[in-house]
Nanobody, 116 residues
Framework: VQLQASGGGSVQAGGSLRLSCAAS????????MGWFRQAPGKEREFVAN???????IEYANSVKGRFTISRPSANTVYLQMNNLKPEDTAIYYC???????????WGQGTLVTVSS
Protein backbone atom coordinates (compact mmCIF):
# COMPACT_ATOMS: atom_id res chain seq x y z
CA VAL A 1 0.00 0.00 0.00
CA GLN A 2 1.30 3.42 -0.93
CA LEU A 3 -0.10 6.62 0.51
CA GLN A 4 -0.02 10.03 -1.12
CA ALA A 5 -0.82 13.05 1.02
CA SER A 6 -1.63 16.49 -0.35
CA GLY A 7 -3.32 19.74 0.56
CA GLY A 8 -0.80 21.38 2.83
CA GLY A 9 0.00 25.06 2.56
CA SER A 10 0.36 28.33 4.39
CA VAL A 11 -2.57 30.04 6.06
CA GLN A 12 -3.15 32.67 8.68
CA ALA A 13 -4.47 31.80 12.10
CA GLY A 14 -8.19 31.15 11.98
CA GLY A 15 -8.00 29.83 8.45
CA SER A 16 -8.81 26.41 7.06
CA LEU A 17 -7.16 23.70 5.02
CA ARG A 18 -8.21 20.28 3.86
CA LEU A 19 -5.64 17.52 3.64
CA SER A 20 -6.18 14.53 1.40
CA CYS A 21 -4.61 11.11 1.41
CA ALA A 22 -5.02 8.62 -1.38
CA ALA A 23 -4.03 5.00 -0.98
CA SER A 24 -2.94 2.85 -3.89
CA UNK A 25 -2.66 -0.89 -3.71
CA UNK A 26 -4.92 -3.24 -1.86
CA UNK A 27 -6.65 -1.58 1.06
CA UNK A 28 -10.03 -2.54 2.47
CA UNK A 29 -12.71 -0.47 4.13
CA UNK A 30 -11.91 -2.31 7.37
CA UNK A 31 -8.50 -0.61 7.41
CA UNK A 32 -7.92 2.42 9.56
CA MET A 33 -6.61 5.55 7.89
CA GLY A 34 -5.46 8.55 9.82
CA TRP A 35 -3.08 11.42 10.38
CA PHE A 36 -0.07 12.20 12.49
CA ARG A 37 1.99 15.36 12.60
CA GLN A 38 5.47 16.45 13.53
CA ALA A 39 6.26 20.01 14.49
CA PRO A 40 9.80 21.39 14.29
CA GLY A 41 11.89 20.07 17.15
CA LYS A 42 9.12 17.83 18.43
CA GLU A 43 8.22 14.18 18.19
CA ARG A 44 5.58 12.88 15.85
CA GLU A 45 2.13 12.89 17.42
CA PHE A 46 -1.25 11.42 16.66
CA VAL A 47 -3.90 13.74 15.19
CA ALA A 48 -6.95 11.69 14.15
CA ASN A 49 -8.05 8.38 12.69
CA UNK A 50 -11.04 7.13 10.79
CA UNK A 51 -12.88 4.14 12.17
CA UNK A 52 -11.93 0.64 11.07
CA UNK A 53 -12.71 -2.88 12.09
CA UNK A 54 -12.73 -2.79 15.88
CA UNK A 55 -11.28 0.72 15.95
CA UNK A 56 -13.36 3.81 16.61
CA ILE A 57 -12.80 7.30 15.30
CA GLU A 58 -10.54 9.33 17.54
CA TYR A 59 -9.05 12.81 17.73
CA ALA A 60 -6.19 14.27 19.69
CA ASN A 61 -7.48 16.60 22.39
CA SER A 62 -5.61 19.49 20.82
CA VAL A 63 -7.68 19.30 17.62
CA LYS A 64 -11.11 18.24 18.90
CA GLY A 65 -13.81 20.59 17.69
CA ARG A 66 -11.57 22.07 14.99
CA PHE A 67 -10.51 19.12 12.82
CA THR A 68 -12.79 16.60 11.14
CA ILE A 69 -11.67 13.35 9.57
CA SER A 70 -13.74 11.73 6.86
CA ARG A 71 -13.34 8.77 4.57
CA PRO A 72 -15.44 8.95 1.43
CA SER A 73 -14.04 5.72 0.00
CA ALA A 74 -11.91 2.82 1.10
CA ASN A 75 -8.75 4.38 -0.29
CA THR A 76 -9.26 8.06 0.52
CA VAL A 77 -9.21 10.01 3.76
CA TYR A 78 -9.58 13.72 4.35
CA LEU A 79 -8.68 15.93 7.26
CA GLN A 80 -10.66 19.16 7.35
CA MET A 81 -8.82 21.62 9.54
CA ASN A 82 -10.67 24.72 10.69
CA ASN A 83 -9.72 27.53 13.03
CA LEU A 84 -6.07 26.75 12.54
CA LYS A 85 -3.60 27.94 15.14
CA PRO A 86 0.14 28.61 14.88
CA GLU A 87 0.73 25.54 17.04
CA ASP A 88 -0.81 23.43 14.28
CA THR A 89 2.24 24.16 12.15
CA ALA A 90 3.79 20.81 11.32
CA ILE A 91 4.41 18.24 8.68
CA TYR A 92 1.30 16.10 8.47
CA TYR A 93 1.64 12.41 7.65
CA CYS A 94 -1.02 10.02 6.45
CA UNK A 95 -0.94 6.48 7.82
CA UNK A 96 -3.00 3.33 7.32
CA UNK A 97 -3.25 -0.24 8.50
CA UNK A 98 -5.32 -2.73 10.41
CA UNK A 99 -6.13 -3.34 14.01
CA UNK A 100 -4.77 -1.61 17.08
CA UNK A 101 -1.30 -1.10 15.59
CA UNK A 102 -2.79 0.36 12.47
CA UNK A 103 -0.06 2.82 11.50
CA UNK A 104 1.74 0.29 9.33
CA UNK A 105 1.87 2.17 6.06
CA TRP A 106 3.05 5.76 5.81
CA GLY A 107 2.91 8.43 3.19
CA GLN A 108 5.23 11.33 2.66
CA GLY A 109 4.40 14.40 4.67
CA THR A 110 2.63 17.55 3.63
CA LEU A 111 3.62 20.80 5.29
CA VAL A 112 1.08 23.00 7.03
CA THR A 113 2.23 26.43 8.16
CA VAL A 114 -0.04 28.67 10.21
CA SER A 115 1.05 32.24 10.81
CA SER A 116 -0.24 34.51 13.54
Amino acid sequence: VQLQASGGGSVQAGGSLRLSCAASGRIFSSAVMGWFRQAPGKEREFVANSPGSGIRIEYANSVKGRFTISRPSANTVYLQMNNLKPEDTAIYYCAAGYGRSWSTFWGQGTLVTVSS
